[in-house]
C-alpha cells in the first residue's frame, strides 16, 4: 500500500518561510511527476508547483520566484520551499505523485498539511 505523507506545515507571519516535505512510501517502483497542491476555505484545489522525474519544473504565477520545488528520487521525496510567504498563501498544501508499479501507474494524495500566515 502507497502513502505520502506531509510534514511541515505550520504558523508563520508574513515575509516568513516554511518548508514543507512529502515521502512516499509502500512498493514503489518509480514515481514521474511529484507536486504540490493547495486548496483555500471556498476555493478550488489549484497547482502551486511540480516537477518531473528528470528535476523539469512548473509553477504557478503567484508563487514564481518565491516557492521552490525539489525531489530526492531516491527517497521517494518531494519539498516544497516557501519564502516571502504572504497571507494569501493561506491553504491546505496537498503533495501528489504520479507512482509506476511493474504493471501500471495511479496518481496518489497525501492527506494535506495547513499553512497558515498571518498577516
Known amino acids: 500500500q502507497v502513502q505520502l505523507v506531509e510534514s511541515g506545515g505550520g504558523l508563520v507571519q508574513a515575509g516568513g518561510s516554511l518548508r514543507l516535505s512529502c515521502v512516499a512510501s509502500?512498493?514503489?517502483?518509480?514515481?514521474?511527476?511529484m507536486g504540490w497542491y493547495r486548496q483555500a476555505p471556498g476555493k478550488q484545489r489549484e497547482l502551486v508547483a511540480r516537477?518531473?522525474?528528470?528535476?523539469?519544473?512548473n509553477y504557478a504565477d503567484s508563487v514564481k520566484g518565491r516557492f521552490t520545488i525539489s525531489r530526492d528520487n531516491v527517497n521517494h521525496t518531494v519539498y516544497l520551499q516557501m519564502t516571502s510567504l504572504k497571507p494569501e498563501d493561506t491553504a491546505v498544501y496537498y503533495c501528489n505523485a504520479d507512482i509506476v508499479f511493474p504493471l501500471t501507474a495511479a496518481d496518489y494524495w497525501g492527506q494535506g498539511t495547513q499553512v497558515t500566515v498571518s498577516s
Open positions: 509502500g512498493r514503489i517502483f518509480s514515481i514521474n511527476t
Open positions: 516537477i518531473t522525474r528528470g528535476g523539469r519544473t
